[in-house]
């Protein structure tokens, strides 16, 4: 069927029509995706649960960042006034989602001291990652010699994960492109052939990035690693089964003269 003399036409418009119909809802698919840490787990996890459950209170509706001073040398007059100095400045800072920051918990050693700061996100990944940020930010600014402090939690986890997957989408992306157009243009010595299997792929992306909206938008829990692993599987499984059917054509183009036969 797709390689027939009329059918080949029928099915190139089938699937620009699908293009056509599901590619604006591609937009839409990250706006979509859910990244609450249940997200992440099985539905029937026990912690999924506990944090279904959690939701019911106040406390359960936030992410906390977790502050934690270290001083190697245990703290002094002057470090636990830097540390108090801080979370006031937090505090007075009004970062967007964190809605107080407890006084500090000194370790029983006298050589830590820890912070939290609830994040309430509300699902909004941005808010998240900006507010840990500033957090990281005011809490470091001013420390005397040897005080050291760094942010983690829940929150912490979040935002450093999700600094760690920013751009991949891209970079798969320019990556493929430069390995399809090496392949198909220095080894088939073919200036435009290498555009096809690529077209085929942003119409295969558009379409599954709209289905995936759909689906998120129907009630199935679609995150950020849905979305990194589905560039994966279509420009991944997608270059590599173009490039072996080319091989395999060009196989047949030898024995055969009708290119639909081949």
Do not use: C, M
Request: proline fraction near 5%.
């Amino acid at each position: 069927v797709v390689s027939g003399r009329r059918s080949k036409f029928l099915v190139l418009a089938l699937w620009l029509a699908l293009a056509a119909a599901l590619g604006p809802l591609a937009g839409k698919f990250e706006s979509a995706q859910q990244n609450e840490p249940s997200s992440f787990l099985p539905g029937d996890g026990e912690s999924v649960k506990v944090l279904n459950a959690s939701d019911a209170f106040a406390s359960g509706q936030a992410t906390p960042a977790i502050i934690v001073y270290d001083d190697a040398d245990g703290f002094d007059p002057l470090t636990r006034a830097a540390v108090a100095e801080r979370r006031a400045a937090l505090i007075a800072a009004e970062i967007e989602g964190v809605k107080a920051v407890s006084p500090p918990v000194f370790s029983e050693d006298g050589q830590g001291a820890l912070l939290t700061a609830p994040i309430v996100a509300e699902g909004e990944e941005e808010i998240l990652i900006g507010a840990v940020e500033e957090i990281r930010e005011i809490a470091a600014e001013d420390l005397p010699p040897g005080l050291q402090v760094k942010v983690t939690g829940p929150a912490g986890f979040s935002a450093d994960a999700s600094k760690a997957f920013e751009g991949i989408n891209s970079t798969l992306l320019f990556a493929t492109v430069g390995l399809v157009f090496f392949l198909l243009v220095i080894i088939y010595r073919s200036p435009i052939f290498w555009f096809l299997p690529l077209f085929a792929l942003i119409l295969a992306e558009s379409v599954v990035r709209g289905l995936g909206y759909l689906l998120a938008s129907n009630g199935v829990v679609i995150n950020g690693q849905v979305g990194g692993i589905l560039l994966v599987l279509v420009f991944g499984a997608g270059t590599d089964y173009a490039l072996l059917l080319t091989a395999r054509y060009r196989e047949e183009l030898r024995l055969l003269v009708d290119k639909h036969e081949a």
